[in-house]
């Protein structure tokens, strides 16, 4: 006998992916706000070796936590097109009537 859940279950195997996606994209956007921050108050470089240390030009520290927060936004936003995308694909699965 054929259910639809068996149709909807391999459509939800890609959760891994949206997952780590999600994941990754967060962990992205937090770096971008707490880099500047970091290195200001802690003189933590980006980037160095024992004697070599990279930092970001104090021009772009704005840029970086606008961008990390603008970041942030379009990551809550992905997911919740992404939830509502699967909403949509199990209520036409298994809502009848």
Known sequence: MFTPTYV???????????????LTLIAIS???????????VLDFPIAGSSDVKFYVPGILM?????????MLFITMHLAKAIARLHGTMAKAMFVTG
């Open 30 to 40: 937090l770096g971008l706000i707490a880099k500047p921050i970091l290195q200001l």
């Open 62 to 70: 704005p840029l970086e936590v606008i961008g990390g927060i603008l």
């Open 8 to 22: 909807y279950i391999p459509l939800t195997r890609p959760q891994l992916v949206r997952f780590t996606l999600a």
